[in-house]
């Protein structure tokens, strides 16, 4: 398949300049409560979220639109939290990506953190891809792809994005 990649180049820099306020105005939300997804065990997710990736585990309960699933959360800092359902009784396809659906969730971590995380990835044999010297992407259990990234928060590639 033929890409063209000069005309994408030209729809970005027109959308960019037709969009892109130089005084942006104040977003009417005031922060992620939660992003959640689907999981297939409570436990090994719990394993993976807060014993490997250091997000303590906030709460527990009861889906109140699924009975019998667990809807549980993960403190990923700065008041944001990490969400999961189980849907026990399912038949839930593995992980896919799909138009309009999850590519990545990044996860800001100092420096420090982000070494040794990496560290434990690699003491868990957890398989991963090193980008540049900052960023870090893997896949949970369930095969979200997940990224730990080094930069401060509002900053991509040393740029300020907001």
């Not at 436990?43 to 009861?62: G, M, N, S």
Request: aromatic share 12%.
């Amino acid at each position: 398949m033929d890409i063209d990649y000069a005309a994408i180049e030209a729809t970005r820099n027109r959308i960019r300049d037709q969009h892109l306020r130089a005084r942006r105005p104040e977003s009417s939300a005031r922060g992620l409560h939660h992003f959640a997804l689907i999981c297939s065990d409570v436990e090994r997710t719990v394993a993976f979220y807060q014993d490997l990736l250091e997000f303590p585990l906030t709460e527990i309960f009861e889906n109140r639109d699924y009975k019998g699933s667990s809807h549980f959360f993960f403190d990923i800092g700065n008041g944001n939290l990490l969400a999961f359902f189980d849907l026990p009784g399912l038949d839930l396809e593995p992980y896919k990506e799909v138009l309009g659906g999850l590519h990545h969730i990044a996860i800001s971590v100092e420096r420090g953190t982000w070494e040794r995380l990496r560290g434990k990835l690699d003491a868990a044999a957890v398989p991963y891809q090193l980008e540049s010297d900052a960023s870090i992407y893997f896949r949970d259990p369930d095969g979200a792809r997940l990224e730990l990234l080094a930069d401060p928060l509002g900053e991509m590639y040393g740029a300020r994005v907001l």
